[in-house]
T-cell receptor
Framework: AQKITQTQPGMFVQEKEAVTLDCTYD???????LFWYKQPSSGEMIFLIY??????QNATEGRYSLNFQKARKSANLVISASQLGDSAMYFC??????????????FGGGTRVLVKP | DTEVTQTPKHLVMGMTNKKSLKCEQH?????MYWYKQKAKKPPELMFV???????INESVPSRFSPECPNSSLLNLHLHALQPEDSALYLC??????????????FGNGTRLTVT
């Protein structure tokens, strides 16, 4: 069975500093995908970044980068130069293979980030 | 702005009411999803539609009835709900790709309160 774990329920970060959000996963499937989403208080889930299990390089998207350590089964999100608008809940998610078409995402428990001015 | 539109944004209903949640996307996605999210919890999958056909039902009670009238629309019909069904209901869509690595695009959600 697949499992996603986020061990940091909440954290503070100073504006303009970098922050690392931890995510560990467990799966027996050699082909999987890892996603990070941001959820502001408005409720919308915003896709940030994706890493495939066969990708050789760590994914980057603007201020977001993913520190993918396959042997350790970790996929930590790094946010550089934090902004006040980065205050939100962040979810790590893993794609679970479906017999039917589509993506089933299993989400971790989330990490709430509060950026301080 | 989100490319997945959900209406209404807020809904309050009694346990004997019948209501519907609506979701629309125009990104050409052929997979659509309903998720339920309780306060301070991660989203949990309810239903998956692929090519307008129900492909996954995560053992959801029959008081929740999904419908996919066409490739752009997804509805969730609600009837005889319980107060514990109060939650944020999120709609999402994605491409159908080999390997299934297409990200899900979510709407803003409908905050449902059952009284």
């Amino acid at each position: 069975a697949q499992k996603i774990t986020q061990t940091q329920p909440g954290m503070f970060v100073q504006e303009k500093e970098a922050v690392t959000l931890d995510c560990t996963y467990d799966t027996s499937d050699p082909s999987y995908g890892l996603f990070w989403y941001k959820q502001p208080s408005s409720g919308e889930m915003i896709f940030l970044i994706y890493q495939g299990s066969y990708d050789q390089q760590n994914a980057t998207e603007g201020r977001y980068s993913l520190n993918f350590q396959k042997a350790r089964k970790s996929a930590n999100l790094v946010i550089s130069a934090s902004q006040l608008g980065d205050s939100a809940m962040y979810f790590c998610a893993m794609r679970v293979p479906l017999k039917a078409a589509g993506n089933k995402l299993t989400f971790g428990g989330g990490t709430r980030v509060l950026v301080k001015p | 702005d989100t490319e997945v539109t959900q209406t209404p944004k807020h809904l309050v209903m009694g346990m004997t009411n019948k209501k519907s949640l609506k979701c629309e996307q125009h990104m050409g996605h052929r997979a659509m999803y309903w998720y339920k999210q309780k306060a301070k919890k991660p989203p949990e999958l309810m239903f998956v539609y692929s090519y307008e056909k129900l492909s996954i039902n995560e053992s959801v009670p029959s008081r929740f009835s999904p419908e996919c009238p066409n490739s752009s629309l997804l509805n969730l019909h609600l009837h005889a709900l319980q107060p514990e069904d109060s939650a944020l209901y999120l709609c999402a869509s994605s491409h159908l790709m080999a390997g299934g690595n297409s990200p899900l695009h979510f709407g803003n959600g409908t905050r449902l309160t059952v009284t």
